[in-house]
């Protein structure tokens, strides 16, 4: 059974710091590996999608890489801004089932 | 509409009675999932449509729960004797296809069971 994992639970930063999120899954055999945003009362959205056979995928300020032989991804957020707050999802897509989600990861980014 | 739109946004109930969720999936997305996140916790994969196939209820966690959908439109989530433990954010989200597609998800319906 697939399990993902999210470290740190919750991140507190000042504006303007890159910092480094990280996902861990325990079954390498995967499709892709999303990256979602949630924002409090909300759905998720869609970040960024790396398909199993890609390194890394970059939308503006965001860059996700995929290690999927060590079962690892980290998304990397540029120059932090407090609109970035919200809680940061990873997911893995495999064979068996569709996504399963880590619990995620609160960011907290203060002026 | 252009997104995924839930319906309720909000549900109060009490135990015991029957409610049904209501999902409208981006137009021409042949994938339709449903998720749960109680408080604290992950998200839960409930159950997949994907086009006239018969849908994934594996994840569905009691026979309580069912799923309908017609086509590639509307879908309706059941919940029969409502518990308790079945408080959470419900989620539906539609993609292309079942596979390597990115997933669009609604806000959501809040169930609160008294």
């Known amino acids: 059974k697939q399990e993902v994992t999210q470290i740190p639970a919750a991140l507190s930063v000042p504006e303007g710091e890159n910092l480094v999120l990280n996902c861990s899954f325990t079954?390498?055999?995967?499709?892709?590996l999303q990256w979602f945003r949630q924002d409090p009362g909300k759905g998720l959205t869609s970040l960024l999608l790396?398909?199993?056979?890609?390194r890394e995928q970059t939308s503006g300020r965001l860059n996700a890489s995929l290690d999927k032989s060590s079962g690892r991804s980290t998304l990397y957020i540029a120059a932090s801004q407090p609109g970035d707050s919200a809680t940061y999802l990873c997911?893995?897509?495999?064979?068996?089932?569709?996504?399963?989600f880590g619990k995620g990861t609160m960011l907290l980014v203060s002026p | 509409g252009a997104g995924v739109s839930q319906s309720p946004s909000n549900k109060v109930t009490e135990k015991g009675k029957d409610v049904e969720l209501r999902c409208d999936p981006i137009?021409?997305?042949?994938?339709l999932y449903w998720y749960r996140q109680r408080l604290g916790q992950g998200l839960e994969f409930l159950i997949y449509?994907?086009?006239?196939?018969?849908?994934?209820k594996s994840g569905l966690p009691s026979d309580r729960f069912s799923a309908e959908r017609t086509g590639e439109s509307v879908s309706t989530l059941t919940i029969q004797r409502t518990q308790q433990e079945d408080s959470a954010v419900y989620l539906c989200?539609?993609?292309?296809?079942?596979?390597?597609?990115?997933?669009?998800f609604g806000d959501g319906t809040r169930l609160s069971i008294l």
């Open positions: 449509f994907q086009g006239n196939s018969a849908p994934d």
């Open positions: 989200a539609s993609s292309l296809v079942a596979i390597n597609q990115p997933q669009h």
């Open positions: 997911a893995v897509e495999s064979r068996y089932s569709t996504l399963t």
């Open positions: 079954d390498s055999a995967i499709y892709n």
């Open positions: 137009s021409g997305h042949t994938a």
């Open positions: 790396i398909q199993s056979s890609q």
